[in-house]
């Protein structure tokens, strides 16, 4: 499975951004925004694989952010029936609580569902099977920086017994660190750690000789504001655990595999209004 399901850098600077803004005083009237963004991007790579089996997808979604913490959003990207059998659109669900702790730090918890419209396993003629996951995280910001743990309450992304692991995979989590370095009040750069520890691992040995999917996801990159609604975005991401990823087979011909992960490059224009 693919979620930076990052919704990639993007995404997560805002959250960035929201972690640091500063606390409204009690004695400030309540005050509630909504934003929403647009993205047009060569490749959907989340967590470091590829949603869209290498191929551009249209995305977004809207926000809302309350004065007293609450914030909740929805979003949406176009995926590949390659990697979710009857699907072709992934619909993110999320709401968190959040306060700042001073100028530089702040904290932020949610939940966060990912769904797929029409998406089952029994598409490819497997055992039906959701691939809905829902998790809860927690994030800690600095600055324009994030440390945030995601911990999945459901299987993770349809890992289970009926689909070849020793078990199910509630459990599985995802830890990251992410922030960028502005340089100008147009450019700055970007950093991505992320690793991907899942609960439970194949019972029998994929054709590469890989049991466990567990892996690690860095990504580089630069964005540069074009004007206050519009950004350019370019990211070079690495995915490892070669062996379990690079012959990912097509759940709609078998025959057709690719590396999901390995090294790989992304084009992201987005809008924000």
Known sequence: ?????MHCFVATLGLAAMLGATQARADDAPATTVTGNLELTSDYIFRGLSQSWGKPAVQGGADLAAANGFAA????????EHSYPGGAMELDLYGSYGRSINADWSWRAGLYGYFY??????????????????EANVALGWKLWTLKYSYALTDYFGADREQGYRGNSKGTSYLMLEGAWPLNPQWSLTLHLGYTFY???????NADGARDPSYADVGVGAKYVINPHWTLLGVVTHASNDRFYRHT?????????????????????????
């Open 1 to 5: 499975m693919l979620n930076t399901r």
């Open 117 to 134: 419209p029409g998406a089952n396993l029994d598409h490819a003629g497997l055992p039906a099977r959701s691939l809905n996951t829902g």
């Open 249 to 273: 087979a097509s759940f709609q011909n078998a025959a057709d595999t690719l590396n999901v992960g390995g090294t790989r490059g992304m084009l992201m224009l987005q809008g924000s209004f």
């Open 199 to 205: 609960s439970t691992e194949l019972a029998v040995p």
């Open 73 to 80: 959003g929805v979003w949406g990207s176009s995926i590949s």
